[in-house]
Nanobody
Framework: QVQLVESGGGLVQAGGSLRLSCTDS????????MAWFRQGPRRERDFVAG???????HYADSVKGRFTISRDNAKNTVYLQMNSLKPEDTAVYYC?????????????????WGQGTQVTVSS
């Protein structure tokens, strides 16, 4: 049973922008914390950004000032606006959710995941 579906990935040159979307087909989206993680080549899956039910965001240091997470509860969708992209941002980006008011940075704290979307940044 698919609950999270990501979209918006692709190939972009360094310095460019992309916006990822993640739509939740569940019934409790507005009460859930949502997050984005990424897994680059030969790397572990790392926290990128999260947003709690009230819209309070939290970012990894590596993306602060470049990425913005937001949510539209009417559309059951969370977004990740990525600007000033760098080659090191290349990764598969995953959306995750859990029933909580806290943004956790460890992947084990999230209950459900999307299938991932590839982002490739060329130099």
């Amino acid at each position: 049973q698919v609950q999270l579906v990501e979209s918006g990935g692709g190939l972009v040159q360094a310095g460019g922008s992309l916006r990822l979307s993640c739509t939740d087909s569940g019934r409790t989206f507005s009460r859930n914390t949502m997050a984005w993680f990424r897994q680059g080549p030969r790397r572990e899956r790392d926290f990128v950004a999260g947003i709690n039910w009230s819209g309070r965001p939290h970012y990894a240091d590596s993306v602060k000032g470049r990425f913005t997470i937001s949510r539209d509860n009417a559309k059951n969708t969370v977004y990740l606006q990525m600007n000033s992209l760098k080659p090191e941002d290349t990764a598969v980006y995953y959306c995750a959710g859990r029933s909580s008011s806290i943004v956790y940075v460890d992947e084990g704290s999230y209950d459900y995941w999307g299938q991932g979307t590839q982002v490739t940044v060329s130099s």
